[in-house]
């Protein structure tokens, strides 16, 4: 069996206290993957038995983002070393592992998640697992699991709302002794108040035309806050540097520089090294260079697998597909280097699909166009267009001006979610949820393009 891995990865720590344990935590591990997490347990790997079963701990223990630990009273003896020697030794090991890991660690975030098959048995949780939070899994692990499922999937279940702009008047929200501003630039950041942003952004901008000093960096200060809560970083941007250049009023000066320094940020984020803009060119230049392998591992495993049962469906009545279940054949065709004897022809299938949808992109001149566009806390679309050219009209009524490429971060690594501004949903047939506008701004150019062309299309 493969790995694969969709996100954090989760090992799984518990003692063979006996068959009906070690079939609890099987089912517990099942169920964790079942809900999106890659779960680990030694059961996996011992069909093909390691070596050395405490390098495997060892190993597992260290690539692994966070390590549940089944806590029972056979499993805390072995872990405290209360028990004989040669029993248990490899929760011993294992404990030994974990206590170093928790004493040189200088993580902000818990590693270690203690789980209890019963309320009662919280209290043999012990030190120092025992100062994070720790969550109840059943003794058939057969309880709600929902809240332990959020926090290994990095899923906040509650998400905070955006703060708005304060509910007040200017003088009061951003009051900078000795800049005195005109009714109109008051009644003009009112409207943004009400919600009505772009209204204020142009009253602003008629206004600034006549002001002159302190009164005019003012303005361009309180457009740039709205250009930013309404999500325009580059237009921010522009707006907190021309109000710095031209104020020498020392808070507001440093207001604009502080508020500069965070919309650069964002942009740094977006568009710099290990940001998705870098992802979506480095994925981008594999597929024009050929590279299938690298193309098809930079994917995310729903989009490889939405790729896969679109590519069986396309072939199902072709005779090499006959001796293979549809659903184990979907799975092993998505993995990241797949092995089956049909993997190549399904790549190389695929690639070719998207070397011709993507076939206009250039690296030399094309580019990221606008601002981030941030989708939840961790997709955003990105806008390939090309850098001078704006609108490109290459056929009669073929209008294709834009790639927008769907990214998600995965871990520290951001991966292609989708070639349109949609989520991938495997299934027969696969399909796609649309992100809903105004979240996605250009979502309806992708059907305007080339509504015959697409990489999702079966071949």
Known sequence: MARETSGTRTLISYSHDSDDHRKTVLRFAERLREAGVDAWIDQYDEHNPPESWPDWMRREIEKSDIVVVVVTQNYVQRFNRETGTGVGSGVRW??????????????????????????????????????TSWFIIGESADADITRLTQVLLRDPGHIPGELGIPNSSPGTSFHFEGVHSSPEVDDAFAEALKGNNRVAIDQLDALLQNLRGDERAYALFLQGVIHHKIGEVTQAKACFEKAAETTVHPGLLESSIQRLHVVVAELQAHFGEGGPVTAATNWLTNLKRGRKREVWKALTRELRLTLAQDWILANEGHPNLAPYDR??????????????????????????????????????????????RRI????????????????????????????????????????????????????????????????????????????????????
């Open 94 to 131: 294992e404990g030994a592992l974990i206590t170093a890991d928790l004493y040189h660690s200088r993580r902000e975030r818990a590693k270690f998640i203690p789980v209890v098959l019963r309320a009662d048995d919280a209290p043999l949780i012990p030190p120092p697992l025992n100062l």
């Open 327 to 372: 659903d184990e054949l979907a799975e092993d065709l998505a993995a990241k280097n797949p092995t089956h004897p049909l993997g190549k022809h399904c790549l190389r299938s695929k690639l070719e699909v998207l070397q011709d949808h993507y076939r206009r992109w250039d690296v030399r001149s094309w580019g990221a166009a606008g601002n981030p």
């Open 376 to 459: 939840g806390l961790d997709y955003e679309l990105i806008v390939m267009a090309p850098a001078d050219e704006g609108i490109l009209v290459t056929r009669p009524g073929e209008l294709l001006s834009i790639y927008p490429i769907l990214m998600r971060k995965i871990g520290p690594d951001w991966m292609v979610a989708n070639f349109t501004a949609a989520y991938p949903i495997p299934g027969w047939p696969p399909q796609a949820e649309q992100i809903p506008a105004p979240m996605v701004q250009f979502a309806r150019w992708t059907d305007e393009a080339e509504p015959n062309d697409s990489p999702t299309e079966g071949e």
